[in-house]
């Protein structure tokens, strides 16, 4: 019964749902992605010389990276470095401001982002966002996870209530609002908000989970509930995170790019960011002498 | 000249002039306190204006509707529950308001069919979809239509969409609530979209992302989430275009007719509240006649009406207002 319900949106979406196997870069020998806690890296995301312009501005200069799958990695650097410019191209969210424009290349797998073919609906149903300023929707905590799936697909009460439980509880969340599910949104405390719009943003299913500093709005417990989420995350999401506390980056990411003017200074695992880097500006940036 | 001073001058000096400076005298406290209590009285004098102004209006239309029903001819059942509104006819006088409610009601039904519709829409299309320069041009537009004389309209509606009307079909009459619904509609459309722009606008940037950001297209985007989060606006726009449409009088006067009737004919002539004020107050009939004060019973019932549209909206306002900090 459920099947004869199901196969419209596998049937709709076909490009990114059947999973094209990521192309592995050179040093890398071939691996699968379930080795992949074996520390050998994997790549979610690919960018080659990616550059950004706002009208005459250039906010990224020829940045180059690799994410890995099913890590946390974190971009670093002081206000106005291009990190969360960086972000907003890996689902196009850059697309809803009309000055910005991108060359270079940005692939996950063989899909090319910044092409103009590429559907970007089907791209942010793959890789969801989570926004600085917790944003639940002014309706009910069951319509804010239920907007996604409900956008995407057909789905009977009984299964989108599941839907809606199991996003609920992944984002640590459940237990606080299972009483209250109709209740409005927007009752809810700023940390809870930011917890339910990540349940609403994995409620669709993404395999990438992008945070544009999910927790500068919120109270220290409320960032650490986000924190410990994200580390619960990992084991089934590649996550991105962009933050301006770097006690943040060294604690909850695997590897860390930092950032400065546009460019990317150095990148490497968090560990040796934080305790060895490479470059002068990467280490008075994280020792508090700038920024 | 003074830069350049400035510029060449010494720390410790511009440190001591900047210490004297500090020094002086302040403000008369007294005189300061004085100046606040005679702007909170002017305030409060212009409060109180507006509050007296709105007083007397209520009073003067309810005084003068009481002297009407002291008439005998006049009766309250006969006021509301006839559907005959027959004041200039010699011997038999009927006061039977639903006539001219009636036609109240079919020209603001037909104006707001259009206005409604076609303001949200167009107010979707110029918040969510148009390019900025593509809006930049349109809401001036829009602000002139806003502007032009309601009596153009009426000269409009009757000199243009009545024949357009008989054109595609012949039996509608020379006077008719469709055309003069239809011009009230294009009179009422500027402000619904206007403020529904507004509304619209009002929504923060972050629900919409917050919708693209779940693989919502545009559309999705404004029906879900920044049409249900406007509501409160949206219906406060319809609400005012309401209002403003019964109580339209220029348009109806010139294109609906002077015939008081209880119909749903559109191509029928019909008159309104408003219609029949303005054909008292034109000096058909002498003044201090039952005539004369029907016009503030008339005057009254649509006071009454407009009031508690304005109460209804309110309420409604505050149940779907969203508050975003």
């Not at chain 1, 986000?226 to 770097?246: A, D, F, G, P, S």
């Not at chain 2, 209590?37 to 005084?63: E, R, Y």
């Not at chain 2, 319809?238 to 209002?243: K, R, T």
Request: glycine share 8%; aromatic share 8%.
């Amino acid at each position: 019964m459920s099947n004869a319900v199901n196969p419209a949106p596998k049937a709709t979406s076909p490009p990114l749902r059947a999973k094209p196997t990521p192309k592995l870069p050179s040093h890398v020998s071939e691996m699968k992605t379930e080795e992949n806690n074996t520390g050998v890296a994997c790549n979610a995301i690919e960018m080659q010389d990616l550059c950004s312009w706002y009208g005459n501005f250039q906010a990224l200069k020829s940045i180059s990276l690799n994410v890995q799958k099913n890590k946390v990695t974190a971009f670093i650097g002081p206000s106005g470095c291009g990190k969360s410019t960086l972000l907003r191209w890996v689902n196009r969210m850059n697309d809803t401001i009309h000055t910005a424009r991108a060359t270079g290349s940005l692939h996950m797998g063989t899909l090319d982002v910044l092409a103009n073919t590429t559907d970007v609906v089907d791209l942010r149903r793959n890789v969801g966002i989570v926004f600085q300023k917790p944003n639940p929707f002014p309706k009910s905590i069951f319509e804010n996870v239920a907007f996604g799936p409900r956008l995407h697909m057909k789905l009977r009460r009984s299964e989108l209530i599941d839907i809606v439980e199991w996003s609920l509880r992944k984002a640590a969340v459940w237990d606080e609002v299972k009483d209250r599910l109709h209740a409005p949104a927007l009752g809810l405390s700023g940390g809870q908000q930011q917890r339910l719009c990540i349940a609403r943003t994995i409620a669709v299913g993404p395999e990438i989970l992008l945070m544009d500093e999910p927790c500068s709005a919120l109270d220290p417990g409320s960032t650490l509930a986000i924190e410990e989420l994200m580390n619960e995350l990992r084991k089934q999401y590649t996550i991105v995170i962009v933050t301006h506390n770097m006690q943040q980056a060294s604690r909850c990411s695997d590897e860390t790019a930092f950032f400065f003017e546009g460019e990317l200074v150095e990148m490497n695992k968090t560990q040796s960011i934080f305790t060895n880097p490479n470059n002068k500006r990467t280490e008075d940036y994280i020792s508090g002498r700038f920024g | 000249m003074s830069s350049a001073v400035n510029g060449n001058r010494a720390l410790q000096e511009l440190e001591q002039q900047v210490q004297t400076l500090l020094h002086r005298d302040r403000r008369n406290l007294t005189m300061v306190r004085l100046r606040e209590k005679g702007i909170f009285v002017g305030l409060i004098g212009c409060g109180l204006f507006s509050l007296l102004i709105t007083v007397a209006i209520v009073f003067v239309l309810a005084s003068e509707t009481v002297t009407f029903f002291q008439f005998p001819e006049v009766t309250l059942s006969n006021f509301f529950l006839s559907t005959d509104w027959t004041p200039l006819l010699g011997d038999t006088k009927s006061f039977g308001i639903w006539a001219l409610i009636s036609g109240t009601f079919l020209v603001t039904a037909i104006a707001m069919l259009f206005a409604l519709p076609l303001g949200l829409v167009t107010a979707v299309y110029l918040s969510e979809y148009a390019p900025r320069r593509v809006r930049n041009t349109l809401k001036p537009v829009l602000e002139i239509l806003a502007g032009i004389p309601t009596v153009v309209y009426g000269f409009f509606a009757l000199m243009t969409i009545t024949p357009f009307l008989q054109w595609c079909y012949s039996g509608f009459n020379v006077y008719n609530t469709m055309s003069a619904g239809i011009a009230v509609g294009i009179l009422c459309f500027p402000t619904v979209c206007s403020l529904a722009e507004d509304a619209l606008q009002a929504v923060p940037t972050r629900l919409r992302d917050g919708a693209f950001g779940l693989g919502g297209t545009r559309f999705d985007a404004t029906v879900r989430v920044i049409i249900p989060a406007a509501l409160s606006g949206i219906i406060s726009a319809f609400l005012l275009a309401i209002a403003r449409a019964i109580g339209e009088t220029m348009i109806v006067a010139l294109a609906a007719g002077s015939r008081a009737q209880v119909t749903l004919n559109p191509g029928e002539e019909a008159q309104t509240m408003t219609g029949y004020m303005v054909q008292i107050a034109g000096g058909d009939v002498s003044n201090f006649g039952i005539e004369y004060y029907s016009m503030y019973a008339v005057a009254f019932t649509l006071f009454a009406i407009t009031l508690s549209l304005t109460i209804v909206g309110n309420h409604i306002r505050r149940k779907y207002r969203e508050t975003y900090d």
